[in-house]
């Protein structure tokens, strides 16, 4: 093993037949060490990460920092000349203290493992509603449009108060500044699109409030600029990352059928087999942190301003953290899984992930026993590597009536 490996450029595509494992040159670096050299396309010399206790180290590591504006080098693209801002007001993924734990704290309280599964009653009926329309249309259907997004959006709806006759046009905005198949210009329409919604949605509620996380808001000192922020980071991350995970998990329990037999056969394994596909699938899948001084690292120094791209599928996936990693089994008992990330950006919104997830999961499972795919699995339309998200576009099944 050594330390001096170089990986080039980041893979934009996975193996054909293996949807769910990390690129193969990923998979390959982690073998040569936690840690490889990353030549970004404008020359900067930045790292790329690939073993869980690195990875861990440096997100609960204050000396890397999460802020936009020293985000200066891209992994695919040169960057050079591009200036970049800060955040956004409100958008505290890409800040840091005390900036992020101002618009963090107040959401805190509101997002804690009680709260979340007092949610489980509710979850439990959207998701029998949309089983049950999914068995009266019959078969096939796409899981995504009929299960997956849904789920997930109603929910995120009622907690921010947003009306859900408006969802279709913001889930589709979400989709496209998230999904990594649009251009820079369609990006940024989406983007702005859904800023001016959640401006117009923050002055109604600071006008009637009602009882949701939103109006709950705008009695503390934020402002209305800010609270758009906070409700974009909130809206998308609802909307998009369970809606994959509830789509490519399914995929893979399709895919691995002792594993879903397991699954269905023992209600007991919900919470594990949760965590277990949040382990082998990481939909959120990278992330990258600068260097705000001279850090020592997996035995070399990362010096001042430099770049590092963290791989959270192959943290994941490292062979020293866990048994047979690209194994799905659901009854793994080797947790702590980097999927929610770590440290003081860890998801703030995991525990309700959590409760959509260990409803969904068996209630599609056991409602459908037939449940497969409809069409040959190298068919389905996986998202690109350059979407934030990892996922699905569509997944076509069918079962016997």
Known sequence: MTMEHTVTTLPTARQPGCPFDPPKELIQAREHGPISRYPFPDGHQGWLITGYDLVRSVLADSRF???????????????????????????FLLMDEPQHGRYRKPLVGKFTVRRMRLLSERVEQITADHLDAMEKAGPPTDLVTAFAKPIPAIIICELLGVPYQDRGSFQEQV?????????????????????NYLAELVAAKRANPTDDVLSDLTDSDLTDEELRGVALILLAAGLDTTANMLALGTFALLRN????????????????????????????????????????????????????????????????????????????????????????????????????????????????????????????????????????????????M
């Open 175 to 195: 989709d496209s500044f998230l999904g990594g198949e649009t251009s820079d210009e369609e990006l940024i329409a989406a983007y702005t699109a859904t800023q």
């Open 257 to 400: 059928p002792a594993q879903l037999a397991a699954l269905r056969a023992d209600p007991a394994l919900t919470d594990r087999a949760v965590e277990e596909l949040l382990r082998y699938l990481s939909v959120a899948k990278t992330f990258m942190r600068t260097a705000l001084e001279d850090v020592e690292l997996g035995g070399q120094t990362i010096k001042a301003g430099t770049t590092v791209i963290l791989s959270y599928n192959t943290a994941n996936r490292d062979p020293e953290r866990f048994a047979d990693p690209h194994v799905l089994d659901l009854r793994r008992q080797d947790g702590g899984h980097l999927a929610f990330g770590h440290g003081i950006h860890q998801c703030l919104g995991q525990q309700l992930a959590r409760v959509e997830m260990r409803v969904a999961f068996p209630a599609l499972v056991n409602r459908f026993p037939t449940l497969r795919l409809a069409v040959p699995a190298e068919e389905v339309g996986l998202r690109p590597e350059t979407a934030d998200i990892y996922g699905v576009k569509s997944l076509p099944v069918t079962w016997d």
């Open 65 to 91: 920092s999460s802020r936009k504006e020293l985000m200066l080098h891209h992994p695919s693209f040169d960057m050079t000349g591009i200036e970049v801002p800060p955040a956004p007001p409100g958008e």
